[in-house]
């Protein structure tokens, strides 16, 4: 069965604390894996998608890279603003089409 | 470009009454979703439209459907209503179907149950 998990469930860092939050998934034929932001009483805002092991991609302070098994977003100097859950997400496939496949999500703290 | 819009915003309904959510997708979308998200169960697959009909479906109850129109607009529909349909609806358009398309997502719909 297609399952993605996302660990930890919470983080707080200090400002200038850099860390990595985990996203691991069992899924056949993968086409893609997301991360989004997502703020609180907002929707998702997306950041990333990685296609194939290997691949990396970087905005700001953030960088996300995929291996065969997991994805890691990596947060470099973070800062208050970086506070939000962070969500991974990949496609399965239905019936007769494609669904997003959301993880829990980690809600990131960052303190002054 | 206008991103994804969704209304209302927020809306109170009792039990047993009837609720519909519309969603404006990004111009020249033509695929739109729907998602449930709740505390307890995060974000869930509600059903896709493309091209004004269902494509793929979630595992929820027949009292949600929905539709798309030819502007590619959707709606989607919540009848009899149950204390656990509590929740943000959320809705996301991407250009295309398939699996590398990204979904872009409107700020909800906060639909509160009493």
């Known amino acids: 069965e297609d399952q993605v998990t996302q660990s930890p469930e919470a983080l707080r860092l200090q400002e200038g604390e850099s860390s990595s939050l985990n996203c691991s998934y069992t899924?056949?034929?993968?086409?893609?894996l997301f991360w989004y932001r997502q703020d609180p009483g907002k929707g998702p805002e997306f950041l990333f998608t990685l296609y194939s092991a290997g691949e990396e991609k970087e905005k700001e302070r953030l960088k996300a890279t995929l291996t065969k098994k997991e994805s890691f977003l990596h947060i470099t100097a973070p800062k208050p603003e970086d506070s939000a859950t962070y969500l991974c997400a990949f496609f399965i496939t239905g019936d007769s089409g494609y669904a997003l496949n959301f993880g829990k999500g980690t809600s990131l703290l960052v303190t002054p | 470009k206008a991103g994804v819009t969704q209304t209302p915003r927020y809306l109170i309904k009792t039990r047993g009454q009837q609720v519909t959510l519309s969603c404006s997708p990004i111009s020249g979308h033509r695929s739109v979703s729907w998602y449930q998200q709740t505390p307890g169960q995060g974000l869930q697959f509600l059903f896709e439209?493309?091209?004004?009909?269902?494509?793929n479906k979630g595992n929820f109850p027949g009292r949600f459907s929905g539709r798309q129109f030819s502007n590619s607009r959707s709606e989607m529909n919540v009848s009899t209503l149950e204390l656990g349909d509590s929740a943000l609806y959320l809705c996301?358009?991407?250009?295309?179907?398939?699996?590398?398309?990204?979904?872009?997502f409107g700020p909800g719909t906060r639909l509160l149950v009493l």
């Open positions: 899924v056949s034929g993968l086409r893609g």
């Open positions: 996301a358009s991407s250009p295309n179907r398939g699996g590398r398309e990204t979904q872009y």
């Open positions: 439209y493309f091209s004004e009909t269902q494509r």
